[in-house]
């Protein structure tokens, strides 16, 4: 199945975008996550939202919700790890499964972890974002989780069962905290902030301050990818991707909206965004049935 519009991101921009597209009768796919924006959430007040203030986060991401199931609009939970521009469509790739789309916008928010030292220089060259993608290739080898949030326990966990030795590497509180009971006895827990990814042509070691371990490979489980890291070819400026006044990226048929494009980190802006890309996108789709019809 192909979808008309992929829309990545579960915030302000990619819901506005979501029921703008919907109200315009697009086959829509929408990727985030259950809370709708974790941002959005922890907001004890909202004032400057138009029509609503006064209001807490949690309220305002209700009134989204209510909004979205009104118009039959279900949020996919399944994270999004790479996005490919393939001429006619986009393939989106979500652990073993791969969605279709003839146009994408990108909502994904700001990635606020750093990367490590090496992390982008050798992505793709023993650096993977996606367990489940790529864990063949390591079987009966050495690997490392580097883990910002507790899905990626559950990483580890998966490549314990192919790997020779799995470690774990800890990034976020709770994990930084205690060593996980929920992980495999044969994991190794490392309760240390890696300074550098190493390699030659590949990765071959993760330094710490005061010692190095041997890998393979190293799979580093983030909320949300870099821009460059998700969709190969964009272009960005810093840690934005770069876009013009209709939300339109330098890939044709990609559409991006909201904190991912640059601040002002705002919340309606990132609502005006997102409508803004969705139309645009709606545009783009119209073009091209007129195209096939010549």
């Known amino acids: 199945m192909r979808y008309d519009i992929a829309i990545v991101g579960s915030g302000p921009a990619g819901l506005s975008a979501a029921i703008n597209a919907k109200i315009r009768n697009k086959n829509i796919v929408v990727f985030g996550n259950e809370s709708l924006s974790n941002k959005l959430v922890k907001a004890p007040s909202v004032d400057n939202y138009l029509g609503f203030y006064d209001i807490s986060g949690e309220e305002l991401k209700n009134k989204f919700k209510e909004h979205i199931e009104s118009l039959g609009i279900e949020v996919n939970n399944n994270k999004v790890n790479n996005i ?79 790997a020779s030795k799995t470690y774990f590497i800890p990034m976020y509180k709770e994990g930084l905290m205690r060593s996980s009971n929920t992980l495999d006895e044969t994991i190794e827990v490392i309760h240390d902030r890696p300074v550098q990814i190493n390699g030659d042509k590949l990765v071959n070691k993760i330094s710490f301050k005061e010692k190095e371990i041997n890998v393979d490979g190293v799979f580093v489980i983030k909320d949300s990818a870099s821009p460059k890291s998700l969709v190969p070819g964009i272009e960005t400026e810093g840690a934005h991707i770069i876009v013009d006044i209709n939300m339109k990226t330098n890939i044709p048929g990609c559409f991006a909206a909201g904190d991912c494009v640059g601040k002002p980190y705002s919340y309606i802006k990132s609502a005006g965004q997102g409508q803004i890309a969705a139309l645009n996108a709606v545009s783009y789709l119209d073009k091209l049935k007129i195209q096939n019809k010549l």
Do not use: H
Not at 143 to 156: D, F, L, R, T
């Open 84 to 162: 490919y521009a393939m001429g006619e469509y986009f393939a989106l790739m979500s652990g073993n499964e791969t969605y279709e789309a003839t146009t994408v916008i990108l909502a994904t928010g700001v990635e606020y972890a750093r990367p490590i030292k090496g992390e982008e220089e050798f992505l793709g060259k023993g650096v993977g974002y996606c367990a489940t993608c790529d864990a063949p290739l390591y079987r009966d080898k050495k690997v490392a989780v580097i883990g910002y949030n507790k899905e990626s326990e559950e990483e580890a966990n998966f490549l314990s069962e192919i």
